[in-house]
């Protein structure tokens, strides 16, 4: 007696299954779901005896003579009636998609105003500074340095012991100093043999994310004698994906075409002999709930991803600080400055770094591919706040 038990993703699949180890004229005896092993998904199990065989499986009496395919029709049938019937239980119950979007978006905001009320009320040692500190203060608030970090770093230089001649100077020297030891650079990306290194940069809409992903494909194409290749499952923008075509076409590096997830994992089978793979994500704003899920979706196909945030410096700070914010799930690996060479103030890129304890990367200085982008180096975030 020839009794066997199948699973499947779906009825179809199942009765396939019975249908080629059993033949057509096997006869169904149970049917059920249940979860997958990560329990993401379900499962139809499907037991089956072939022809002529008549068994009680769970209380259930197979009916001799019951084709296969009558079989699975009726099994079918009763499971859609049945979850017809559920979803118009739920139907009035459940809130929609854009309800739930809005629930999220407004509770991210007011997350965000929160965080900004209990910093403000952080304790300050700016008052009575000593004049020899006035210039250095002055020159920080310019630049952009938020309140806590001047709190901190007044803090320090006061435990300082009271300087003998040209106070502005020691100051100084001392700051950057104290400074250097806070600001975090990323590691350079690790290559190796076999399979490419996946790295994909995302961002807002306008954060020049696919000017950057040019760049520095470029710089490695070009500069450090890499193979590199380019993909974007940029869908959001009109001829995005046409775009970076044709300068894949001009550098000379490989391009491809992402239409959903799974094309990723298929790309990094094909693309063995690639050092690197750069992916060109679409700009999605940080109250964008689906968005960010179609981000996210890169990450859950199966393929080591490394996730780097880009972020223009013309942008308010609390605007930036949004879309870490909302990018964090991803389990960011740097931030990627652009836009400097349009900025006066680089406050923010201390500010967002050491407040969310993100390493930085890249600097976008300007237009020019791939000369005006350049890694990112603690003297040169000094350089710009200090006017050195």
């Not at 965080?115 to 304790?123: D, S, T, Y």
């Not at 931030?335 to 890129?349: A, H």
């Amino acid at each position: 007696m020839d009794i066997r038990t199948f699973e499947a993703f779906s009825m179809k699949d199942a009765i396939k299954s019975v249908k080629k180890a059993l033949g057509a004229d096997a006869v169904i005896l149970s049917t059920k779901e249940k979860p997958s092993e990560n329990g993401k998904n379900r499962i139809i199990e499907v037991t089956a005896a072939a022809a002529g065989t008549m068994r009680s499986v769970g209380g259930a009496q197979a009916q001799p003579g019951v084709s296969l395919q009558q079989s699975g029709m009726r099994e079918l049938e009763g499971q859609l009636d049945g979850l017809s019937i559920r979803m118009s239980a739920l139907q009035d119950s459940t809130p929609t998609k854009r309800q739930v979007e809005t629930i999220e978006a407004g509770l991210r905001e007011v997350k965000m105003l929160l965080v900004e009320a209990l910093r403000g009320k952080e304790g300050s040692t700016l008052k009575d500074l000593p004049i020899a500190l006035v210039p250095l203060e002055r020159q920080l608030r310019v630049m952009g340095v938020d309140d806590a970090s001047m709190t901190d770093l007044v803090r320090h230089l006061r435990t300082l012991p009271d300087p003998t001649e040209e106070a502005e100077g020691f100051y100084r020297d001392h700051a950057v100093r104290w400074m250097m030891k806070r600001i975090k650079i990323a590691s350079r990306w690790q290559m190796t043999p076999g399979a490419p290194a996946v790295h994909a940069l995302v961002g807002p809409p306008g954060a020049g994310k696919t000017a950057a992903v040019a760049k520095i494909a470029a710089r490695y194409h070009m500069k450090e004698k890499a193979k590199v290749a380019v993909a974007s499952c940029d869908h959001h923008r009109l001829a995005a994906s046409e775009q970076m075509r044709v300068f894949c076409k001009v550098v000379g590096v490989p391009f491809i075409a992402l239409s959903d997830e799974t094309d990723l994992r298929r790309a990094v089978d094909q693309k063995k002999d690639v050092d690197l793979l750069l992916i060109d994500t679409p700009g999605i704003g940080a109250k964008s709930a689906s968005g960010m899920a179609e981000i996210q979706a890169l990450k859950n196909v199966g393929v080591p991803i490394e996730f780097h945030l880009c972020l223009s410096v013309t942008e308010k700070e609390s605007q930036l600080d949004a879309a870490i914010k909302a990018y964090a799930p991803l389990g960011l690996s740097s931030l990627v400055f652009t836009k400097l060479d349009e900025s006066w103030s680089f406050g923010e890129i201390y500010n967002l770094s050491r407040r969310w304890s993100l390493p930085l990367s890249f600097f976008s200085v300007g237009p020019e591919i791939p000369q005006d982008v350049e890694r990112a180096t603690r003297e040169r975030v000094l350089e710009r706040l200090f006017g050195l």
